[in-house]
C-alpha cells in the first residue's frame, strides 16, 4: 500500500501564501501521476492540479496563475499557493494515481481569512 503524508498547512490571511508537502513510501514515477485535491465545508472533493509521469501539469480554472504543482527526487510532490483567497478554505488531500485505483493522504487543513 502507498503511503502519502501531506504537511504544511495552517492559517493564513487573505493574499498570503502556503506550500503544502506530499511525501510519498515509493518513488512518484511507478504511478501515472500525482495530484492535488481538496474539499470545502459542505461541497465536493474536487481537483485541483496534477503531474503526470513525463511532468506534464494541469490545473483548475479557479486556481491557474496562483497555484503550482511541482516535484522534487522521486518522494516528494508540492503545491504552491500563492494569493489565497477565503475561497481557498479547504482540506487538501494528496493523490497517487494508479492504474486500477487512486492512493489518497489524510489531508491538511488551509484556512484563508482576516
Known amino acids: 500500500q502507498v503511503q502519502l503524508v501531506e504537511s504544511g498547512g495552517g492559517l493564513v490571511q487573505p493574499g498570503g501564501s502556503l506550500r503544502l508537502s506530499c511525501a510519498t513510501s515509493e518513488s512518484i514515477f511507478n504511478f501515472n501521476a500525482m495530484g492535488w485535491f481538496r474539499q470545502a465545508s459542505g461541497k465536493q472533493r474536487e481537483l485541483v492540479a496534477t503531474?503526470?509521469?513525463?511532468?506534464?501539469t494541469d490545473y483548475s480554472d479557479s486556481v491557474k496563475g496562483r497555484f503550482t504543482i511541482s516535484r522534487e527526487g522521486a518522494n516528494m510532490v508540492f503545491l504552491q499557493m500563492n494569493n489565497l483567497e477565503p475561497g481557498n478554505t479547504a482540506v487538501y488531500y494528496c493523490?497517487?494515481?494508479?492504474?486500477?485505483?487512486?492512493?489518497w493522504g489524510q489531508g491538511a487543513q488551509v484556512a484563508v481569512a482576516s
Open positions: 503531474i503526470n509521469v513525463g511532468g506534464k
Open positions: 493523490n497517487a494515481r494508479l492504474i486500477s485505483r487512486d492512493c
